[in-house]
């Protein structure tokens, strides 16, 4: 299959039109550093016309069955299905990483939206008990028009488990994509419009995010706002949203501990995580970050940490056997090499690579330092890139204070195959979700989401669909009559 960039434009009210404001971006190849187009940023008159998508279709799309939402988002996951390989494509070019995970992020993101087609069909309300001839009911109502914004990263992902909660749930959406990779959100875009979607339930934006986050905020129309991306982004859309009473879900990144205990099978279980640390060039929210290992097996934890890391095949995302591919920009690329310099001159010893690759493009090799501190950036900070810290410990205890020891709280990680220190971790770690014996933690049908700095609200699971839903409380007493004796007022 050739492998040809698609047409940016923005889709509003239906219709696909191209960004008539002032700004353009250049949209780069990060395998390459060379650009694959240039687009066209929103112009404030479109922004506005979005709005009034939004308005116009609210009322109607609340009406519309969820049975026959349902049917639409099936039918979008199935078109995306069919278009994976275009898709996937289009994402390795603009964002770098592998093919084959680029083809499994749009087969995944297909799964995400028929998770919502049926749990949208399952919106429950309740009956409350109260005195005979009473009706207390509880019944859950679209919480009404929504802005998400999506980072880079995971441009299918993250925008499929925001589209499809809101479409389910009967709330018309303005996404803004990130402009680093428009081309993926054009291709989720594309399959809703194929698959029925009423023109303005789904609009996508791209152009400057700080000026179209300030207009769409500032609009009263928005009643629920959703981002994944940076802390610093989370809590400035959160300021915005504060004026207009708008709902937030925030979902802003982790640092995740992994506590590696002595009785596990230590080729397996290094292998796994170096897997999961390196997928995506590192670029990932919720894998094995801070790596915490007990110190009786340290050594030959690290020594099949390096062993992997230097086998790795780094290179184009389309090339045959590429198994790494680039940092998907060069602030990340230049950002993760500052963090990697600072701990080496901090008495940190690398391992296996520690340094960006020469050539064109944002590469950086797969890294791993040993006898880093914890108080070090790269061991605090969000490293967002492929570089593994390590230190070692020596009880339970004094693992998870150290793991605590954190602003962030999105995933956690405990390998073990003792049910007590499984146990007795997992109470303990604070963060949203904590996995045992497994690097995933997200699914399409348990909640994503995490605590202190890394956010609050969840994604997927009940909870994903419940995040665009608001419930209304009817009371409901037999009519007021004068006698008093018939029943209650
Ligand atoms: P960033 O915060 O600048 O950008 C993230 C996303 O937010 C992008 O899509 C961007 O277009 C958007 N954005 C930026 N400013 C905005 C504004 N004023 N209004 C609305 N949207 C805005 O982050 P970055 O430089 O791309 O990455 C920096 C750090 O962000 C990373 O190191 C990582 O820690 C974090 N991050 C987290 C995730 C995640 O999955 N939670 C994803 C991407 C980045």
Redesign the pocket.
């Known amino acids: 299959m050739t492998t040809q960039y698609p047409q940016i434009r923005q889709y509003i009210g239906g219709q696909w039109q191209d960004g008539s404001g002032t700004g353009r971006t250049s949209v780069l190849n990060p395998a390459t550093g060379q650009p694959l187009t240039e687009l066209r940023h929103v112009s404030p008159g479109q922004l506005d016309q979005a709005l009034d998508a939004l308005s116009e279709s609210a009322p109607p799309w609340r009406r519309t069955a969820p049975a026959e939402r349902s049917r639409i988002l099936r039918r979008a996951a199935d078109l995306l299905r069919d278009r994976a390989e275009r898709v996937a494509r289009t994402l390795v070019l603009e964002q770098g990483k592998p093919l084959a995970e680029a083809r499994a992020e749009i087969l995944v993101s297909a799964d995400i939206l028929d998770w919502y087609a049926e749990e949208g069909r399952r919106a429950y309300g309740r009956v409350v008990p109260g005195e005979y001839g009473t009706r207390l009911s509880v019944i859950p109502e679209p919480i009404g028009p929504v802005a998400a914004?999506?980072?880079?990263?995971f441009p299918a992902t993250?925008s499929v488990r925001k589209l499809g909660g809101a479409l389910a749930a009967g709330c018309p959406i303005v996404l803004?994509a990130?402009?680093e990779t428009p081309g993926t959100a054009v291709g989720l875009f594309a399959a809703l419009e194929d698959a029925g979607l009423p023109g303005g339930v789904a609009n996508l934006v791209l152009g400057d995010?700080?000026e179209?986050?300030a207009h769409v905020l500032g609009s009263p129309v928005i009643r629920k706002v959703s981002l994944?991306?940076?802390i610093?982004?989370g809590r400035?859309?959160a300021r915005l949203a504060a004026d207009h009473d708008q709902i937030t879900t925030m979902?802003?990144?982790g640092n995740a501990p992994v506590l590696v205990f002595p009785d596990v099978d230590v080729v397996a279980v290094a292998e796994a995580l170096a897997r999961a640390k390196f997928r995506n060039a590192g670029q990932v929210?919720n894998v094995p970050s801070r790596f915490f290992v007990h110190e009786s097996i340290a050594e030959e934890f690290s020594s099949q940490l390096v062993r992997f890391a230097d086998s790795l095949k780094v290179g184009d995302g389309l090339a045959e056997g590429t198994e790494m591919g680039p940092l998907a920009n060069v602030?990340r690329r230049d950002a993760v090499a500052a963090l990697v310099d600072d701990a080496v001159k901090g008495g940190a010893e690398v391992l296996a690579g520690g340094r960006p690759l020469d050539g064109p493009g944002f590469f950086h090799a797969p890294t791993v330092l040993a006898g880093v501190r914890d108080d070090q950036d790269v061991f605090r900070d969000?490293v967002?890139g492929p570089v593994v810290p390590l230190t070692t410990f020596r009880d339970l205890d004094e693992a998870v204070d150290r793991a605590n020891d954190s602003p962030y709280g999105l995933g956690s990680f405990v390998f073990t195959a003792s049910l007590d220190a499984a146990t007795r971790a997992s109470d303990a770690l604070q963060a949203g979700m904590v996995g045992v014996n497994t690097t995933v933690l997200s699914r399409a049908e348990t909640p994503f989401g995490g605590v202190k700095a890394s956010g609050h609200g969840q994604e997927s699971g009940t909870e994903g669909l419940d995040a665009y839903l608001v419930r209304k409380v009817v009371l409901q007493h037999p009519p007021i009559t004068w006698d008093s004796t018939k029943g209650t007022a």
């Open positions: 914004f999506t980072p880079w990263n993250s803004k990130s402009e995010p700080a179209i986050s994944t991306g940076s610093a982004v400035h859309l979902e802003l990144g929210c602030r969000e967002f």
